[in-house]
């Protein structure tokens, strides 16, 4: 899809104090970046596919998609789920090509930087060189922390680490902790958690008649946080939030 002749600058946007990679930069900084080109994804639309050259990182404005890989069985294998205010495509350092598909979980909106005028800027602005390492030691950080889940937590564990996540990267961004629209299928879930999608459906249930959860369709409500912190032996929710 072509990209909007619309301009989002740095400087305006409502997600630079977020995740993004602007974050932490001075006005003056901000002002030295020019504005980069904005991109519409459709619903189920891929940004860009595991084998493509590695041309740009995409700061997601509005909107949700998911990360995935493709095993040797032909089997999906869902890698990450990415939200407002968080960069995709940082796999994509390690061979100059994209190691993994990303797709639209729906309608969605990346700020779209090119490699080569980001590389030129982070020579000129050291802030953006160490904000770029900083977004990418994170990742490093999140992939030991999947790792970690998918290792040593029994299934509920994984579903409450999940949703404890989910719930504190959204109130990060100024929504409710508590009301959930899961963007992503059960499927999804399970092929991210190393569940079987039975699995993920018999969890939400059983949750839901502990009364933790109350589940309508895609529709989550968190009743008792404390009860979901307390399956991992967390004192309180946010200790067990880590999870991307």
Known sequence: MPLETSKLTCSNCNLRELLCMKAGLSKAELDKLDAFPRRRVESGEALFCSGEPFTALYAIQTGFSKTSVTATDGREQVTGFQ?????????????????????????????????????TLARQVPA????????????????????????????????????????QRMHMRGFSRSELVLRMSRKDIGSYLGLKIETVSRIFSRLAEQGILEVNQRNVHIRDAQALGAMLGAKTPAESAGIQ
């Open 83 to 119: 939200m407002a205010g968080e960069i995709i495509g940082l796999d994509g350092f390690g061979g100059d090509r994209y190691s993994c598909d990303a797709i639209a979980l729906e309608a969605t909106h990346v700020c779209v930087i090119p490699y080569a005028q980001m590389d």
């Open 128 to 167: 953006l060189h160490t904000q770029l390492h900083k977004i990418m030691s994170r990742e490093i950080v999140r992939e030991h922390d999947i790792m970690l889940l998918l290792g040593s937590m029994r299934a509920e564990e994984r579903i409450a680490a999940f949703l404890l996540n989910l719930s």
